[in-house]
């Protein structure tokens, strides 16, 4: 079962926190989240699974930034969530999507218990200009049926900014 939008303002402050927090981001069953300024993009065209992929960061001005076709650019929100009891999804808006733009490539599920910023993969079909600040997708929280255990996952929890994979890690195991 979906939370109500007015159920996730009644559960700000217990067990689910957004900071910033606006209320007119609020919508009927979920919340939307802004683009942050900063992207960052890998430095090699060829990626490897097993080693540490280095990137660079890129600010969006103000006046906008174009983005190209065939390159994956990660952002993030300016938005900071948490929430111990629910699990928190999140989707591109229709209007983000009717321009040509993916903000998640595979990651839209999250799990229960985490605690930061979402890390955005965002694609474009097409070039487009994007702007910082701009309401990119939007977070919604399903209830969790059963036992389960906490979120122990120390590759992105409690983050501070952009993650690039460290998928890598999972080799040294």
Not at 18 to 44: C, F, T
Not at 56 to 71: A, Q, T, V
Not at 141 to 167: F, M, V
């Amino acid at each position: 079962m979906i939370l109500s939008g007015l159920e996730i303002a009644e559960r700000m402050g217990k067990d689910i926190a957004i900071e910033p927090y606006n209320p007119e981001q609020l919508n009927p069953n979920s919340y939307n989240l802004r683009l942050h300024n900063e992207l960052m993009v890998y430095d090699k065209e060829v990626l490897d699974m097993k080693v540490e992929n280095k990137a660079s960061k890129i600010i969006i001005p103000e006046s906008g930034l174009r983005l190209d076709p065939g390159k994956l650019y990660l952002g993030r929100t300016v938005e900071h969530t948490r929430t111990d009891t629910l699990v928190p999804m999140l989707e591109g808006r229709s209007s983000i999507g009717r321009l040509g733009m993916f903000v998640h490539v595979t990651a839209g599920f999250g799990d229960v218990g985490f605690n930061g910023f979402w890390t955005l993969e965002i694609f474009v079909v097409q070039p487009l200009i994007i702007y910082p600040n701009v309401e990119i997708c939007q977070i919604y929280y399903h209830h969790l049926d059963g036992e389960y255990a906490k979120y122990r996952s120390g590759k992105y929890q409690n983050n501070s900014g952009i993650q690039a994979s460290r998928l890598f890690e999972d080799f040294k195991k």
